[in-house]
């Protein structure tokens, strides 16, 4: 699907120079003279690498759909990630860096959504929120305030967060996967 370059909105995915990208920020702008523009900064899902690319009113650029699909996350091999396709049963192994910080919170069992261009996975995203056990938690300092400190705690699997002084160790909390924040208590 065509869209003019004005119409490009972070988040689309857009086929630029024989390349998939992904819009992280935009910016309009309206210069005293000539024509409007946008300034676009995207990601390219394939390598990695980023670029800014001015479109004006007129050019023309075409959106991409991705198809997305349920993928179960079995097990981790050295720095590969083997999911299984809950339709067909078939196993994919993708490399860790694909998920970035968030591979941390990958758990055995758990659902992951696999974005596809040409039956080819692009990007993994996991659940927003997973629960995890403190597995250690800083002492609480007297004198501080309960409203607004917080003790930083390890997670079980190796992730650090902050919580509030009343969590203790072995207490099982709700994870933001992609903040890396508390959100609460499981129960």
């Given at each position: 699907?065509?869209?003019?370059?004005?119409?490009?909105?972070?988040?689309?995915?857009?086929?630029?120079?024989?390349?998939?990208?992904?819009?992280?920020?935009?910016?309009?702008?309206?210069?005293?003279?000539?024509?409007?523009?946008?300034?676009?900064?995207?990601?390219?899902?394939?390598?990695?690498?980023?670029?800014?690319?001015?479109?004006?009113?007129?050019?023309?650029?075409?959106?991409?759909?991705?198809?997305?699909?349920?993928?179960?996350?079995?097990?981790?091999?050295?720095?590969?990630?083997v999911f299984m396709d809950v339709e067909t049963y078939d196993?994919?192994?993708?490399?860790?860096?694909?998920?970035?910080?968030?591979?941390?919170?990958?758990?055995?069992?758990?659902?992951?959504?696999?974005?596809?261009?040409?039956?080819?996975?692009?990007?993994?995203?996991?659940?927003?929120?997973?629960?995890?056990?403190?597995?250690?938690?800083?002492?609480?300092?007297?004198g501080q305030t309960a409203s607004s400190s917080y003790k930083?705690?390890?997670?079980?699997?190796?992730?650090?967060?902050?919580?509030?002084?009343?969590?203790?160790?072995?207490?099982?909390?709700?994870?933001?996967?992609?903040?890396?924040?508390?959100?609460?208590?499981?129960?």
């Open positions: 699907m065509k869209i003019s370059g004005v119409d490009i909105r972070p988040g689309n995915i857009l086929e630029y120079e024989k390349g998939i990208w992904k819009v992280a920020k935009t910016q309009h702008t309206q210069p005293g003279k000539g024509g409007a523009f946008m300034q676009v900064e995207m990601k390219n899902l394939i390598d990695g690498r980023k670029t800014n690319v001015r479109f004006r009113s007129q050019d023309t650029i075409e959106r991409v759909r991705l198809d997305t699909k349920d993928f179960q996350f079995l097990y981790a091999e050295g720095d590969d990630l196993q994919i192994t993708l490399p860790k860096d694909l998920l970035g910080d968030a591979a941390a919170f990958l758990q055995d069992g758990m659902t992951a959504v696999l974005e596809m261009y040409d039956d080819r996975p692009i990007s993994v995203a996991l659940p927003d929120q997973v629960e995890a056990t403190i597995v250690e938690a800083d002492a609480v300092v007297k930083p705690a390890l997670l079980d699997n190796g992730v650090r967060v902050l919580v509030p002084p009343h969590i203790g160790a072995g207490t099982r909390i709700i994870v933001d996967v992609y903040e890396r924040t508390y959100v609460s208590k499981v129960g």
